[in-house]
Protein backbone atom coordinates (compact mmCIF):
# COMPACT_ATOMS: atom_id res chain seq x y z
CA UNK A 1 0.00 0.00 0.00
CA UNK A 2 1.00 3.76 -0.27
CA UNK A 3 3.13 5.35 2.01
CA UNK A 4 4.23 8.76 3.01
CA UNK A 5 6.30 8.67 6.55
CA UNK A 6 7.51 12.27 6.98
CA UNK A 7 10.59 12.94 9.39
CA UNK A 8 9.91 14.30 13.21
CA UNK A 9 9.17 17.31 14.86
CA UNK A 10 11.82 20.32 14.53
CA UNK A 11 12.48 23.37 16.74
CA UNK A 12 14.31 25.98 14.92
CA UNK A 13 15.16 29.77 15.90
CA UNK A 14 13.99 32.93 13.93
CA UNK A 15 15.83 33.05 10.93
CA UNK A 16 17.03 29.58 10.97
CA UNK A 17 16.35 26.97 7.92
CA UNK A 18 14.37 23.34 8.27
CA UNK A 19 13.77 20.80 6.07
CA UNK A 20 11.35 18.08 6.23
CA UNK A 21 11.45 14.86 4.48
CA UNK A 22 8.70 12.53 3.04
CA UNK A 23 9.75 8.91 2.46
CA UNK A 24 7.72 6.86 0.52
CA UNK A 25 6.76 3.32 -0.44
CA UNK A 26 4.21 1.73 -2.43
CA UNK A 27 4.13 3.15 -5.63
CA UNK A 28 6.65 3.94 -8.38
CA UNK A 29 8.44 7.34 -6.94
CA UNK A 30 8.68 9.03 -10.04
CA UNK A 31 5.41 8.36 -11.23
CA UNK A 32 3.33 10.93 -9.10
CA UNK A 33 4.19 14.74 -8.67
CA UNK A 34 4.67 15.37 -4.95
CA UNK A 35 3.11 18.30 -2.69
CA UNK A 36 3.49 20.00 0.55
CA UNK A 37 1.01 21.42 2.42
CA UNK A 38 1.38 23.34 5.57
CA UNK A 39 -1.21 24.01 8.79
CA UNK A 40 -0.97 26.83 11.44
CA UNK A 41 -1.90 25.63 14.64
CA UNK A 42 -5.65 26.66 14.38
CA UNK A 43 -6.13 27.37 10.76
CA UNK A 44 -6.54 25.93 7.47
CA UNK A 45 -4.63 24.08 4.98
CA UNK A 46 -2.19 26.24 2.82
CA UNK A 47 -0.66 24.81 -0.64
CA UNK A 48 3.05 25.49 -0.66
CA UNK A 49 4.19 24.12 -4.07
CA UNK A 50 4.79 21.15 -5.62
CA UNK A 51 8.01 18.60 -6.78
CA UNK A 52 7.96 16.69 -10.08
CA UNK A 53 10.11 13.71 -8.78
CA UNK A 54 11.09 12.76 -12.49
CA UNK A 55 12.30 15.73 -13.33
CA UNK A 56 13.04 17.31 -9.84
CA UNK A 57 11.12 20.74 -11.67
CA UNK A 58 9.20 22.85 -9.20
CA UNK A 59 6.58 25.25 -8.61
CA UNK A 60 6.07 26.94 -5.47
CA UNK A 61 3.43 29.06 -4.20
CA UNK A 62 4.44 33.03 -4.78
CA UNK A 63 3.87 33.62 -0.68
CA UNK A 64 7.12 31.16 -0.25
CA UNK A 65 9.17 32.45 -3.57
CA UNK A 66 12.48 32.36 -2.15
CA UNK A 67 12.68 30.95 1.26
CA UNK A 68 11.19 27.35 -0.14
CA UNK A 69 13.27 24.71 -1.72
CA UNK A 70 11.70 21.21 -2.67
CA UNK A 71 14.18 18.46 -3.89
CA UNK A 72 14.03 14.64 -4.15
CA UNK A 73 16.33 12.39 -3.74
CA UNK A 74 15.00 9.35 -6.36
CA UNK A 75 17.87 6.40 -4.54
CA UNK A 76 15.29 6.25 -1.82
CA UNK A 77 11.85 7.38 -2.95
CA UNK A 78 12.45 10.42 -0.40
CA UNK A 79 11.08 14.16 -0.89
CA UNK A 80 11.94 16.59 1.07
CA UNK A 81 11.16 20.97 1.70
CA UNK A 82 12.95 23.61 3.03
CA UNK A 83 12.07 26.85 4.42
CA UNK A 84 14.58 29.60 5.24
CA UNK A 85 14.54 32.40 7.27
CA UNK A 86 12.18 31.30 9.51
CA UNK A 87 9.51 33.42 11.49
CA UNK A 88 7.53 32.88 14.12
CA UNK A 89 4.70 32.43 11.65
CA UNK A 90 6.48 29.52 9.90
CA UNK A 91 5.17 27.35 12.89
CA UNK A 92 3.23 25.19 11.49
CA UNK A 93 2.69 21.19 10.87
CA UNK A 94 3.53 20.74 7.47
CA UNK A 95 2.57 17.46 4.82
CA UNK A 96 3.65 15.77 2.38
CA UNK A 97 0.64 14.61 -0.34
CA UNK A 98 0.98 12.78 -3.50
CA UNK A 99 -0.85 13.85 -6.62
CA UNK A 100 -3.08 11.46 -8.50
CA UNK A 101 -3.40 11.25 -11.95
CA UNK A 102 -6.76 13.19 -11.71
CA UNK A 103 -5.22 15.93 -9.39
CA UNK A 104 -6.01 15.03 -6.24
CA UNK A 105 -3.91 14.63 -3.34
CA UNK A 106 -4.91 11.08 -2.62
CA UNK A 107 -2.61 10.34 -0.30
CA UNK A 108 -0.74 12.53 2.51
CA UNK A 109 1.96 12.09 5.39
CA UNK A 110 1.46 12.24 8.98
CA UNK A 111 2.55 16.01 8.78
CA UNK A 112 6.18 17.29 11.04
CA UNK A 113 5.15 19.80 13.58
CA UNK A 114 7.42 22.70 12.93
CA UNK A 115 7.96 25.28 15.55
CA UNK A 116 10.02 28.30 15.42
CA UNK A 117 10.66 30.14 18.26
CA UNK A 118 13.54 31.58 20.43
CA UNK B 1 -5.71 34.75 -6.81
CA UNK B 2 -8.04 32.78 -6.80
CA UNK B 3 -10.42 32.22 -3.82
CA UNK B 4 -12.35 29.67 -1.79
CA UNK B 5 -14.77 30.69 1.03
CA UNK B 6 -16.42 28.49 3.42
CA UNK B 7 -18.76 28.72 6.20
CA UNK B 8 -16.36 28.33 9.80
CA UNK B 9 -19.20 25.80 10.91
CA UNK B 10 -21.68 23.74 10.68
CA UNK B 11 -23.92 21.93 13.61
CA UNK B 12 -26.50 18.85 12.44
CA UNK B 13 -28.11 16.37 14.60
CA UNK B 14 -27.44 12.69 14.40
CA UNK B 15 -29.11 11.08 11.60
CA UNK B 16 -30.12 14.09 10.00
CA UNK B 17 -27.75 16.10 6.67
CA UNK B 18 -25.14 17.85 6.48
CA UNK B 19 -24.67 20.54 4.02
CA UNK B 20 -21.68 22.68 3.41
CA UNK B 21 -20.78 24.85 0.54
CA UNK B 22 -17.78 26.02 -0.87
CA UNK B 23 -18.02 29.74 -2.67
CA UNK B 24 -15.79 30.51 -5.89
CA UNK B 25 -15.98 32.52 -8.96
CA UNK B 26 -17.43 30.33 -11.52
CA UNK B 27 -16.36 27.29 -9.60
CA UNK B 28 -18.50 25.03 -11.84
CA UNK B 29 -16.02 24.90 -14.28
CA UNK B 30 -13.28 23.90 -12.23
CA UNK B 31 -13.19 20.05 -10.69
CA UNK B 32 -13.86 20.33 -7.03
CA UNK B 33 -12.06 17.80 -3.82
CA UNK B 34 -13.14 17.62 -0.71
CA UNK B 35 -11.02 16.61 2.20
CA UNK B 36 -11.87 15.27 5.54
CA UNK B 37 -9.54 16.39 8.97
CA UNK B 38 -10.08 15.16 11.92
CA UNK B 39 -8.30 16.29 14.79
CA UNK B 40 -4.44 15.75 15.13
CA UNK B 41 -5.00 13.80 11.81
CA UNK B 42 -3.77 14.70 7.85
CA UNK B 43 -6.49 15.13 5.81
CA UNK B 44 -8.41 12.45 3.75
CA UNK B 45 -9.81 13.06 0.20
CA UNK B 46 -13.44 12.00 0.56
CA UNK B 47 -14.95 13.14 -2.72
CA UNK B 48 -13.03 14.08 -6.01
CA UNK B 49 -14.12 16.13 -9.16
CA UNK B 50 -17.26 17.15 -8.05
CA UNK B 51 -18.98 14.15 -6.98
CA UNK B 52 -16.85 10.67 -7.31
CA UNK B 53 -15.75 8.98 -4.20
CA UNK B 54 -12.34 7.27 -3.52
CA UNK B 55 -12.74 3.53 -2.58
CA UNK B 56 -14.02 3.28 0.93
CA UNK B 57 -15.80 5.93 1.48
CA UNK B 58 -19.30 5.64 2.01
CA UNK B 59 -22.08 6.34 -0.44
CA UNK B 60 -23.53 8.89 2.43
CA UNK B 61 -20.83 11.29 1.28
CA UNK B 62 -21.85 13.02 -1.81
CA UNK B 63 -20.83 16.41 -3.79
CA UNK B 64 -22.61 18.51 -6.60
CA UNK B 65 -20.87 22.12 -8.41
CA UNK B 66 -22.67 23.98 -10.68
CA UNK B 67 -22.12 28.04 -11.29
CA UNK B 68 -20.52 29.71 -7.98
CA UNK B 69 -20.81 26.92 -5.40
CA UNK B 70 -19.69 23.69 -4.76
CA UNK B 71 -21.50 21.57 -2.33
CA UNK B 72 -20.55 18.39 0.06
CA UNK B 73 -23.39 16.65 1.66
CA UNK B 74 -23.51 14.08 4.54
CA UNK B 75 -26.43 12.21 4.60
CA UNK B 76 -27.33 10.51 7.90
CA UNK B 77 -24.57 11.89 9.89
CA UNK B 78 -22.81 9.72 12.47
CA UNK B 79 -20.49 11.42 15.49
CA UNK B 80 -17.92 9.79 13.37
CA UNK B 81 -18.15 12.21 11.07
CA UNK B 82 -16.99 15.49 13.25
CA UNK B 83 -14.24 16.97 11.50
CA UNK B 84 -13.10 19.91 9.53
CA UNK B 85 -14.02 19.85 6.11
CA UNK B 86 -11.94 21.45 2.90
CA UNK B 87 -12.87 22.13 -0.73
CA UNK B 88 -9.98 22.55 -2.99
CA UNK B 89 -9.71 23.04 -6.84
CA UNK B 90 -6.66 23.56 -9.64
CA UNK B 91 -6.40 27.21 -10.47
CA UNK B 92 -5.34 26.74 -14.27
CA UNK B 93 -4.70 30.72 -14.47
CA UNK B 94 -2.15 30.80 -12.07
CA UNK B 95 -1.21 26.77 -11.72
CA UNK B 96 -2.23 27.16 -8.13
CA UNK B 97 -3.73 24.63 -6.07
CA UNK B 98 -6.04 26.80 -3.26
CA UNK B 99 -8.20 25.46 -0.16
CA UNK B 100 -11.11 26.78 0.86
CA UNK B 101 -11.11 28.17 4.59
CA UNK B 102 -12.43 24.83 5.87
CA UNK B 103 -15.82 24.03 7.62
CA UNK B 104 -15.95 22.38 11.02
CA UNK B 105 -18.66 20.37 11.59
CA UNK B 106 -19.97 19.34 14.91
CA UNK B 107 -22.25 16.68 15.66
CA UNK B 108 -25.21 17.65 18.40
Known amino acids: QVQLVQSGAEVQKPGASVKVSCKTS????????MHWVRQAPGQGLEWMGW????????KYAQKFQGRVTMTRDTSISTAYVELSRLRSDDTAVYYC???????????WGQGTLVTVSS | SYVLTQAPSVSVAPGQTAVFTCGGN??????VHWYQQKPGQAPVLVVY???DRPSGIPERFSGSNSGNTATLSISRVEAGDEADYYC???????????FGTGTKVTVL
Open chain 1, 97 to 107: ARLSSGRTLDH
Open chain 1, 26 to 33: GYTFTDNY
Open chain 1, 51 to 58: INPNSGGT
Open chain 2, 26 to 31: NIGSKR
Open chain 2, 49 to 51: DDS
Open chain 2, 88 to 98: QVWDSSSDNYV
